[in-house]
């Protein structure tokens, strides 16, 4: 491990201020930056602690919910308020990781782990996210775990996140502080990037800036479910997973918000796939033709080309459980 | 004193079924227990020396070649950087087990991707580990690494003496009623113990001390000394505690070696641990297999042919190859009979012992053709196995020493339900899964290793058993101290078993499941030994000398031991010696494993519902430890079934996944309700009457699954391990075909 030094924040403008230094990273749970410390594939100079700022709060506002940033994953999933109108995000938290991990690892933290591609954990291999320009060691390799949406020629990572893409299906925004003392919200939607050829810039944050809250929007009503395929029960990162919230109306879908994991480089939403949905009378065909659009620039890399019909069957599958009142005897 | 046994026969007397304390076989908990669950257990990786610094291995980023330059200036440099080892002692890959033959040295001589080629030693683990990564080597590549056993390039060998041929096995097939002709393949593997390899050495006036994660210490010890040109005898090697081992420490490691070269030019003590991705890159793998079996039945469903074909792969020069068709010599009857054996030349990590080499991978695939045949006959699978035991063994004709494979079969399939199966496949669904059932066999060679160790009595009435044995996580202290307990009659708070040594008799080590019995033995020998003098003391016959509770009881005259010591402790060694038995007669443990699983029918994941399996291991010494291997061996079955796969990358034979989280073992999820019974028996043939139960459970378990998934949804996936895209892949041809 790199030599660091350690600077333990007591507040968040000590926090901002101190993060101003490149070569500083944030550091909350620690539970995937440690990690890729140990190994060395991140070697931040410094380490701002933001663990003891007071940023824990869930709080129910007239916009929505606010959670800190800091708010553990365990304390979110358990969070009543969260059961009771965002359950889809519980369950999305409750896939992921392990108790152990969930007690430690935070809300803001979440939404920056970086991928698990075996190739950037491996220092000795070529990796665009890693080291810029090195090249990309998982196309033509082992992909198995890879982006089928949204890759590019530098990079075909996936982003690991269960909880990130139940918030993108819930339409979150990002609370941002900027060292200067700025504040700004963004839509989960255009917090993360796409790789391109420069995948190791994996969110709009600016250097220094650092995640406050998440913010939530009052919820919907109707369905809410999450469902997530991975190599075993517990302990593995999403192959597919879809999160879906739908509402029925008098046997038409009225609304409908899907995001995906495991398939790109970022929590994936596509307005087509949710605008052929809404308004229709749910069936089989009308679930094809949702991933007909959803996976029409799907491209396989070799080992993950299975993600498309899996990802194609766990839609249909999600689909037909959220809209199924109305359509016993239509199921897929 | 020693008493010596050479293991040249069988044994009716059952001496241990006649002692009177009644500890043996009850589920004593491990004595050491309460240390490992507070954490106090000084595991090699906890082990401090003062003055000690740290050492970590460097990696090879090439497959093939030589390293031609470590520019080790610039990390010298570094702050606390104290030496960077390129000594040409220093080894490729682990050792394998049972030999004192070393592993490979010149390292600098690059044979497989991620080799470690030097040590970079430092003031904290932390500088170590940094400068190990910073370390730039130059390589002189050489063309013609081959990374994979397929690879039309390689070489392939077929060492004669694992070849073989009864009667004429290509005519049986063709003239057999029913035919099955299948490929299978199973996944390189990761031996993945929780504890990291590990080695602190020190030099202590021309000797080596050394704390080693080992299985074996007595082979290691001379492996160790050849490996370094000095004599065995200047070598400790301690390992009170070992953290699990499943094969990959059964020899030294590359760290071993390296920690103590590094001792010696450092005159400090050199602590080199492993991290996780070191611990399954460097050390050794189980290989990959591709087997092609061939069977030919009549109609009644009796085996005539049996063709078994194996392609295994290691390094270059290696002489270990997979013995993937141990027990399709004897599992069942056939007249004819073909073993071919080949064995590919890769650049790969070294392939060595992992948990059951053999059977685990060998009667998995055989037991999924039997379930393909039994299918194709339209025969139950249990009914299929029942007809074709043989009576004795064949090709030899040699008599088993036990055989339990009926009643493990029948008792497993009672107590499972298994006339609950449906014959056909998808018969039964429950929302998006399919219900299935599957069975597999379970059979594994048992052997006994040379083993000593030594029991002292004390005046006091405690008594203390001493041996390098190794506890692996097993339960050795427990078992050894319940085998002198019950024949020495003490309560078991009254005996120490002392463990991990190499300054105490060298024992049998753990491995190949020969561990309790073989050790076991020597405990019993010494205890006899003991027994004799008090018997002598006593005025009786010993076998006439009860002892129970401190007290010896004969002829309606009871006296505390002590009366009979003459006022002086006891000590006695027992040995056992290999002998003629295992010439004389095939001995095996036999099980049966059930299985019921769920498959989705959408994506194609896969839920072990419940499992039970049946195992008879002659008689059993702990009631909890045998249990736990066999729940062990079990889960192994469902790691190998269903996640299990060290990935190499096609282009350099690196392992891609080289961590737990990509490398998956079965975690308590995928694990249900698990049930374990054990089919009480004694087999003459083994001393004490006991057999092996460390690696039962893995050698065919993984089968029952596979097969329950074919009966779930009817698809037979044979290539291991079973992940979503192989079975999605076969619930989307089945839709196909149903139009």
């Known amino acids: 491990m790199r030599a660091f030094d350690y600077i333990r924040a007591g507040s968040c403008k000590d926090a901002l201020a101190e993060a101003e230094t490149p070569g500083t990273a944030f550091i909350a749970g620690g539970t995937n930056l440690l990690d890729l410390m140990k190994h060395e594939v991140m070697t931040p100079a410094r380490l701002v602690d933001i663990s003891r700022l007071d940023l824990r709060g869930i709080t129910l506002t007239d916009a929505g919910l606010r959670v800190g940033a800091l708010v553990s994953n365990s304390d979110l999933a358990a969070d009543p308020l969260v059961r009771r109108h965002w359950p889809l995000l519980s369950r999305a938290l409750l896939a992921g990781a392990s108790g152990q991990l969930r007690n430690k690892a935070t809300t803001g933290g979440n939404l920056l782990q970086r991928t698990r591609c075996y190739y950037f954990y491996d220092t000795a291999m070529p990796c665009n996210k890693r080291e810029p320009g090195s090249g990309c060691a998982a196309i033509g390799g082992f992909n198995r775990i890879h982006a089928i949406l949204g890759a590019s020629e530098a990079c075909i990572a996936t982003h690991p996140s269960d909880m990130a893409v139940a918030l993108r299906a819930l339409s979150a925004e990002v609370e941002l502080l900027a060292p200067g003392g700025g504040r700004r919200q963004v839509p989960l939607a255009a917090f993360y990037r796409l790789p391109g050829d420069t995948p190791h810039v994996e969110t709009v944050l600016e250097p220094g800036e650092m995640i406050a809250a998440v913010l939530l929007p009052p919820a919907e009503g109707g369905r809410q479910i999450y469902r997530k395929v991975r190599d075993r029960a517990s302990y593995a990162f999403a192959l597919v997973s879809v999160a879906a919230c739908l509402r029925m109306e008098q046997g038409r879908i009225a609304a409908a918000a899907l995001a995906f994991g495991g398939l790109a480089h970022m929590p994936w939403r596509s307005a087509d796939v949710e605008g052929t949905l809404i308004g229709e009378v749910p069936s089989a065909a009308l679930f094809d033709r949702a991933a007909d659009l959803l996976l029409a620039e799907a491209k396989g890399q070799g080992d993950n080309d299975f993600k498309i019909p899996l990802a194609r069957r766990t839609l249909a599958a999600v689909l037909a459980e959220a809209t199924a009142e109305d359509t016993e005897g239509d199921r897929a | ?739």
């Open chain 2, 1 to 739: 004193m020693t008493r010596e046994m050479t293991h040249d026969g069988p044994d009716a007397d059952h001496r241990l079924d006649g002692m009177a304390q009644g500890v043996l076989g009850r589920g004593e908990p491990r004595p050491e227990g309460a240390l490992k669950v507070t954490g106090r257990a000084v595991y090699t990786g906890d082990q401090q020396a003062p003055g000690m610094v740290h050492g970590a291995l460097v990696r090879a980023t090439i497959t093939r070649g030589r390293v031609t330059t470590l520019n080790s200036a610039t990390v010298l440099e570094m702050p606390g950087v104290l030496a960077v080892i390129d000594d040409p002692r220093l080894v490729r890959f682990s050792g394998q087990g049972a030999t004192t033959k070393p592993p490979k040295a010149d390292a600098a001589g690059v044979v497989y991707h991620g080799q470690p080629i030097a040590l970079v030693v430092a003031e904290t683990l932390e500088q170590a580990r940094h400068a190990a990564l910073r370390l730039t080597v130059d390589y002189a590549e050489e063309p013609g690494a081959v990374t994979g056993p397929e690879d039309p390039a390689a070489e392939v060998e077929l060492p004669q003496k694992k070849q073989s041929e009864t009667g004429a096995p290509d005519a049986a097939l063709e003239a057999a009623d029913t035919v099955i002709d299948r490929i299978y393949r199973t996944a390189s593997m990761s031996s993945a113990p929780m504890e990291p390899h590990a080695s602190l050495a020190e030099w202590q006036g021309g000797k080596l001390v050394l704390h080693s994660t080992l299985q074996m210490l007595a082979s290691a010890q001379g492996q160790v000394a050849a490996a370094l040109g000095i004599e065995p005898e200047d070598i400790r090697i301690l390992a009170p505690h070992v953290g699990g081992g499943f094969g990959s420490k059964l020899g030294i490691s590359p760290e071993t070696v390296a920690a103590a070269i590094a001792a010696q030019q450092m005159r400090r003590p050199v602590s080199v641990v492993c991290t996780r991705p070191q611990s399954m890159e460097t050390t050794s793998r189980r290989s990959e297999t591709l087997q092609r079996i061939q069977m030919g039945a009549d109609d009644e469903g009796r085996l005539t042919m049996i063709g078994h074909e194996a392609l295994v792969s290691n390094l270059p020069g290696q002489k270990f190859s997979e013995p993937v068709q141990q027990a399709t010599h004897f599992t069942y009857e056939a007249a004819h009979r073909r073993v071919v054996h080949r064995v590919a030349r890769v650049h790969r990590l070294v392939a060595a012992s992992v948990r059951a080499p053999g059977e685990a991978v060998g009667a998995t695939a055989f037991e999924c053709a039997m379930d393909e045949l039994a299918d194709k006959l339209g025969l139950c699978p249990v009914a299929l196995r029942l007809r074709n035991i043989p009576k004795v063994e064949p090709g030899t004709g040699r008599p088993f020493s036990s055989h339990k494979l009926a009643e493990a079969l029948t008792e497993g399939a009672r107590r499972f339900g298994w006339e609950h199966r449906h014959a056909s496949p998808r018969a039964r669904r429950e929302g998006e899964w399919w219900i299935g059932m599957g069975m597999s066999s379970l059979v594994r060679v048992n052997t006994v290793m040379e083993a000593k160790a030594r029991v002292s009595l004390s005046l006091d009435g405690t008594a203390l058993v001493e041996t390098d044995m190794t506890d692996i996580g097993t339960g050795s202290y427990a078992i050894l101290s319940q085998i002198a307990a019950e024949m020495l009659g003490l309560p078991m708070g009254s005996v120490e078993t002392v463990l991990g040594d190499t300054d105490l008799p060298a024992s049998s080590g753990s491995g190949g499941s020969f561990g309790a019995a073989s050790t076991g033995s020597a405990v019993y020998l010494a205890c006899l030994e003991l027994r004799s003098r008090l018997a002598e003391a006593m005025g009786c016959p010993e076998p006439e000398l009860t002892l129970k509770d401190g007290h010896a009881i004969h002829d309606n005259r009871k006296v505390p031991l002590s009366t009979l010591m003459g006022g002086a402790a006891m000590q006695a060694e027992g040995h056992l010696i290999p002998g003629e038995a295992e010439d004389k007669a095939r001995q095996a443990t036999w099980g049966a494993a059930f299985a019921e699983v769920g498959v989705n029918a959408i994506t194609g994941e896969i839920r072990v519902r419940r499992m039970l399996g049946t195992f008879a291991i002659g008689r059993v010494l702990n009631a909890q430890t045998a249990r736990s291997q066999a729940l062990g061996g079990m889960i192994w079955g469902i790691g190998m079934a269903l996640t299990e796969e060290l990935v190499h990358d096609a282009r350099d034979g690196h392992i891609v996944n080289r961590d737990l989280a990509e490398y998956h073992v079965p975690v308590n999820a995928d694990v249900p309700a698990l049930e374990v019974h054990f089919l009480e028996e004694r087999d003459d043939w083994a001393p004490m009457q006991a057999k092996g139960i460390g690696e039962l459970g893995i050698c065919g378990a993984g089968a029952a699954i596979v097969n329950a998934v074919h009966n779930a949804c009817g698809v037979r996936v044979r290539s291991l391990p079973m992940t979503v895209d192989k079975v999605l892949a076969g619930l989307v041809e089945a839709e196909a075909d149903q139009g």
